[in-house]
């Protein structure tokens, strides 16, 4: 992971490494682990298969042994989804981003999928506390046939505590390519608050801010039920599609995180059943 220059100044501290490498695999109908490294503090759980829609489908749940991620921590996370595949990928819970003193943390999100596999990757929020500073990179490679569903939502901090927008800095970077690894798209956002009312002006007086990119191939044929279904939940949100045609990003502000998810499992359900009519013969 190239760490921004930006991230210099802040010098450097000693941290956790942790690490999650998860390979799916077909095992009949259904998707299973095939191999799992970890290293503490981040953990995996045993898939689940709550999905009576998509009963082969496994929901596999990224936590960490730390509560969350300080100064100095590392954390490398690497989903490999392989041929014909489904898998929904979450954390436990928020992601807390700690103060810090000095230094940064970092964390590196590499997906692969397979010939027509279905990943969705949908943590709970960032929550960067006051004065923490974060860096995030995001590497999707995408085969022919397949579908990925990453989402991302940022926090302004701890609101309930009366912080909002006081952490130093949230470099968030999305590069996204194809099986051959020829650029799809390349996407970056850099929240470093010179004031809190500047960025409540920026937010649109909100706390919350989420993305939903879906990589897929003929996206046309839910670009309708997408935009239908932002209507339908009356949030300041919008979509639109993203380079090379290569699929679409919704982006969506608002205060309550329940109608942000509510949002984003309505999109979600949206790609499920357009994963499925790609998978018939």
């Known amino acids: 992971m190239k760490i921004p220059y930006l991230f210099s100044r802040y010098g450097s501290a000693a941290g956790e490494r942790g690490m999650a490498q998860v390979e799916l695999a077909l095992a009949g109908s259904k998707t299973v682990i095939s191999r799992l490294r970890t290293k503490a503090p981040l953990l995996v759980q045993k898939a689940l298969y709550p999905d009576s829609s998509m009963p082969g489908m496994a929901h596999v749940y990224l936590m960490s042994s730390a509560g969350g991620i300080l ?7 690497n989903i490999i989804a392989g041929h014909g595949t489904s898998s929904r990928i979450t954390t436990q819970a928020a992601t807390k981003i700690y103060k810090m003193d000095r230094g940064y943390a970092a964390q590196d999100i590499a997906i692969t999928a397979e010939d027509a596999s279905y ?7 960032l929550i960067p506390f006051k004065s923490s ?7 999707i490679q995408a085969a022919q046939g397949s579908t990925v569903l990453y989402s991302e939502t940022v926090s302004a901090g701890r609101t309930a505590s009366g912080e909002a927008f006081d952490f130093d800095i949230c470099f968030l970077k999305m590069d996204a390519r194809d099986k ?10 850099k929240i470093e608050p010179a004031s809190s009312k500047e960025f409540e002006r920026l937010f649109g007086g909100k706390t919350l801010w989420s ?4 990589v897929t191939p003929d996206h046309e044929s839910i670009d309708q039920q997408v935009n239908a279904t932002i209507k339908e939940h009356s949030m300041l949100a919008g979509c639109s599609i993203l380079p090379r045609d290569c699929g679409l990003v919704v982006r969506m502000l608002d205060d309550s995180i329940d109608k942000v998810r509510h949002l984003t499992e309505s999109i979600s359900g949206i790609a499920r059943s357009h994963a499925l009519q790609l998978a018939k013969p």
């Not at 100064?71 to 996370?77: H, N, S």
């Not at 500073?133 to 590497?139: E, I, K």
């Not at 993305?211 to 879906?214: K, Q, R, S, V």
């Open 211 to 214: 993305m939903i990119y879906i």
């Open 133 to 139: 500073r974060f860096c995030q990179s995001v590497n």
């Open 119 to 125: 990943v969705e990757f949908i943590p709970y929020q």
């Open 180 to 189: 051959n690894g020829k650029m799809l798209f390349s996407d970056a956002a």
């Open 71 to 77: 100064q100095g921590d590392r954390m490398d996370i």
